[in-house]
């Protein structure tokens, strides 16, 4: 399964520590093309739903179902940007965002 910078899968982030984001969330493939396809690391923001968030801020992005494919308006959380390995996107993506002019390398 390629793995692509725009993809969104869904992940359960628990055991979490402290304040992270926990439980099943989406999350944003943001690495480029050339390290997905390694078998190490990703780099990924996480979402919740845009209910969740009443303020945007510059490091927020947030995207409507028309945008992801998700059922819901999602947030994705810049500020909570991590690296998950590879092996835990075990599930086909579940939607991606435009990757109309995203570099990729």
Same mark, same amino acid.
């Given at each position: 399964?390629? =793995?692509?910078?725009?993809? =969104?899968? *869904?992940? +359960? !982030?628990? /055991?979490?520590?402290?304040?992270?984001?926990?439980?099943?969330?989406?999350?944003?493939?943001?690495? =480029?093309?050339?390290?997905?396809?390694? /078998?190490? @690391?990703?780099? @990924?923001?996480?979402? #919740?739903?845009?209910? +969740?968030?009443?303020?945007?801020?510059?490091?927020?992005?947030?995207?409507?179902?028309?945008?992801? &494919? !998700? /059922?819901?308006?999602?947030? *994705? !959380?810049? *500020?909570?940007?991590? !690296?998950?390995?590879?092996?835990?996107?075990?599930?086909?993506? %579940? &939607?991606? %965002?435009?990757?109309?002019? #995203? /570099?990729?390398?």
């Amino acid at each position: 399964m390629p =793995i692509r910078r725009g993809d =969104i899968y *869904f992940v +359960n !982030l628990n /055991p979490v520590q402290g304040r992270e984001p926990a439980g099943q969330r989406p999350v944003l493939i943001l690495s =480029i093309d050339s390290i997905n396809h390694l /078998p190490l @690391v990703v780099t @990924v923001v996480v979402g #919740t739903k845009g209910d +969740n968030v009443s303020r945007d801020y510059p490091t927020n992005v947030r995207l409507s179902p028309a945008e992801t &494919g !998700l /059922p819901m308006e999602t947030v *994705f !959380l810049g *500020f909570s940007g991590t !690296l998950l390995g590879s092996q835990t996107l075990y599930e086909p993506s %579940c &939607g991606a %965002c435009d990757r109309g002019g #995203t /570099p990729q390398n």
